[in-house]
């Protein structure tokens, strides 16, 4: 394992449930977007296959099993945080 993944895992358990729910969810973020530029870069053509394989994955998984109150979850999710570094 390199050291920069090393230290992300470090710092990644050193948060909260909820942030680290964040942070997958960034990274799952970055992955579609490197996806999506590999794509465009290479001229390959989308077919929509992947995206119905991963839709699939995300109907048969219970993603979201986890949240009890959805609309607290959400408006959690929505608070204002300060960023690393620059807390007031």
């Known amino acids: 394992m390199s050291t920069l993944t090393e230290e992300i895992i470090h710092d990644l358990a050193e948060l909260p ?3 680290q729910m964040e942070a997958l ?3 799952r973020f970055l992955k579609t977007k490197w996806v ?3 794509v465009l ?5 989308n077919n929509g296959v992947g995206l119905a394989e991963l839709l ?16 607290a979850w959400q ?5 204002d945080r300060p960023l690393s570094g620059r807390e007031e």
């Open 17 to 19: 449930t909820e942030m």
């Open 25 to 27: 969810d960034f990274i």
């Open 36 to 38: 999506n530029q590999h």
């Open 41 to 45: 870069q290479t001229g390959a053509e």
């Open 56 to 71: 699939d994955k995300v109907a048969t998984s219970d993603l979201f099993a986890d949240i009890a109150d959805p609309v």
């Open 75 to 79: 408006r959690e999710i929505r608070q």
